[in-house]
């Protein structure tokens, strides 16, 4: 069965810190991999998403994440973070419009 | 270009009485998909709409349907409510191409008493 999971649930981060999110899939097949953020009071919103070729990709507001397949994991990046970027961070996966979502991790800059 | 909307934003209900969550997609997207978020079970997909026709379904019991109109709008019901639906519920559309990603709506929150 597919899963996603989220190993970090809260991350406390002081502004300019780097940060890295785990998350890793149980997958069967091709599958396509999402980051969204959902700040407060809005909306999810997607970071970035691989479908397939370059397994490093760029998102929106300098976040990043890499697909290693070996290590079935998609973990998000940003090198320095913001107070801005305080928010509940989901790593989805699935194949066409059926997502399944990690647990989400919930993070907190400070300024 | 207007994102994907959902009406109402809130609603409570009494448990046993149904309820009907609508959605409408951004313009151009055929597909709408629907979720619900919790704080026990995350987000968990309930069913997709294209063209009118379900093309998945989550697993979640028959109390909960939905349904998509020919302008692509769409509704969810869920009858019989029960403590536990009580959650945030989200629409999202696509405009199901390859690497079409989905856009979710604000949800509505569902409250059941």
């Known amino acids: 069965a597919q899963s996603v999971s989220q190993h970090n649930h809260h991350v406390i981060l002081s502004e300019a810190a780097s940060l890295e999110l785990g998350c890793n899939y149980s997958?069967?097949?091709?599958?396509?991999l999402f980051w969204y953020v959902q700040y407060p009071g809005q909306h999810l919103q997607l970071l970035l998403k691989?479908?397939?070729?370059?397994?490093l990709v760029k998102g929106i507001k300098g976040f990043e994440a890499e697909f290693i397949k070996s290590k079935f994991s998609f973990n998000l990046r940003k090198p320095s973070v913001q107070w801005s970027d305080t928010a509940e961070y989901f790593c989805?996966?699935?194949?066409?419009?059926?997502?399944?979502f990690g647990g989400g991790t919930r993070l907190m800059v400070k300024p | 270009k207007a994102g994907v909307t959902q009406t109402p934003r809130y609603l409570i209900k009494t448990r046993g009485q149904q309820v009907t969550l609508s959605c409408s997609p951004i313009?151009?997207?055929?597909?709408v998909s629907w979720y619900q978020q919790t704080p026990g079970q995350g987000l968990q997909f309930l069913f997709e709409?294209?063209?009118?026709?379900?093309?998945n379904k989550g697993n979640f019991p028959g109390r909960f349907s939905g349904r998509q109109f020919s302008n692509s709008r769409s509704e969810m019901n869920v009858s019989t409510l029960e403590l536990g639906d009580s959650a945030l519920y989200l629409c999202?559309?696509?405009?199901?191409?390859?690497?079409?990603?989905?856009?979710f709506g604000n949800g509505t929150r569902l409250t059941v008493t």
């Open positions: 999202a559309s696509t405009a199901d191409r390859g690497d079409s990603p989905l856009h």
């Open positions: 691989y479908f397939s070729g370059d397994p």
């Open positions: 997958y069967g097949g091709t599958v396509n």
């Open positions: 313009s151009g997207h055929r597909s």
């Open positions: 709409y294209f063209s009118e026709t379900q093309r």
């Open positions: 989805a996966g699935g194949a066409g419009n059926m997502l399944t």
